[in-house]
Antibody, heavy 122, light 107 residues
Framework: QVQLQQWGAGLLKPSEILSLTCAVN????????WSWIRQPPGKGLEWIGE???????NYNPSLKSRVTMSVDTSKDLFSLKLSSVTAADTALYYC????????????????WGKGTTVTVSS | DIQMTQSPSSLSASVGDRVTITCRAS??????LNWYQQKPGKAPDLLIY???SLQVGVPSRFSGSGSGTDFTLTISSLQPEDFATYYC?????????FGQGTKLEIK
């Protein structure tokens, strides 16, 4: 049973860099889109972006200028960095596994981490 | 970006009711549509992918239908554990946008 364990700093000041990491436990690291989604307090879900095991990325254009995702295949980890954070970046951040990397297959998020609350405040 | 609009935004229903939630895409997405259920304080769970395929382990009272721009999630007979917020997500193109959510509450 694949599980995602995520961690990172929970309290940031404006202009700092948000940094989160997610470990993939109990399953294959290749063949998936490793994804980040966030949810502001009381609001809906926003897809931030994804990365595959080779390091190919796909970011939401609304955040692209500030987002960097990376993978560490030796440890089955993937990470998110979001620069120049503001209060608008305060949210619950989830890592998740996305399927559908093969032609003819469907994309969906079938395994999720528990979430990390990130608060940006001066 | 493809915009996903769910209706209603909230819904009150009783145990045993049949409930339908609608999701509309701003352009055709074929059947590249997923549904998730989120309970308070928890990560979302996948219910349905490819518009109508039930994820393993999801009760058969959940069903999905639609293609193109209009989709529905139906719960045939509401159970107490079904009161939650439901999100659709398109996977036709990037960014993989979500609907704003439908909160299903107990009447």
């Amino acid at each position: 049973q694949v599980q995602l364990q995520q961690w990172g700093a929970g309290l940031l000041k404006p202009s700092e860099i948000l940094s989160l990491t997610c470990a993939v436990n109990g399953g294959s690291f290749s063949g998936y889109y490793w994804s980040w989604i966030r949810q502001p307090p009381g609001k809906g879900l926003e897809w931030i972006g994804e990365i595959n095991h080779s390091g190919s990325t796909n970011y939401n254009p609304s955040l692209k200028s500030r987002v960097t995702m990376s993978v560490d295949t030796s440890k089955d980890l993937f990470s998110l960095k979001l620069s120049s954070v503001t209060a608008a970046d305060t949210a619950l951040y989830y890592c998740a596994r996305g399927t559908g990397t093969l032609p003819g297959t469907y994309y969906y998020l079938d395994v999720w981490g528990k979430g990390t609350t990130v608060t940006v405040s001066s | 970006d493809i915009q996903m609009t769910q209706s209603p935004s909230s819904l009150s229903a009783s145990v045993g009711d049949r409930v339908t939630i609608t999701c509309r895409a701003s352009q055709s997405i074929n059947n590249y549509l997923n549904w998730y259920q989120q309970k308070p304080g928890k990560a979302p769970d996948l219910l349905i992918y490819a518009a109508s395929s039930l994820q393993v382990g999801v009760p058969s009272r959940f069903s999905g239908s639609g293609s193109g721009t209009d989709f529905t999630l139906t719960i045939s007979s509401l159970q107490p554990e079904d009161f939650a917020t439901y999100y659709c997500q398109q996977s036709y193109s990037s960014p993989r946008t979500f609907g704003q959510g439908t909160k299903l509450e107990i009447k």
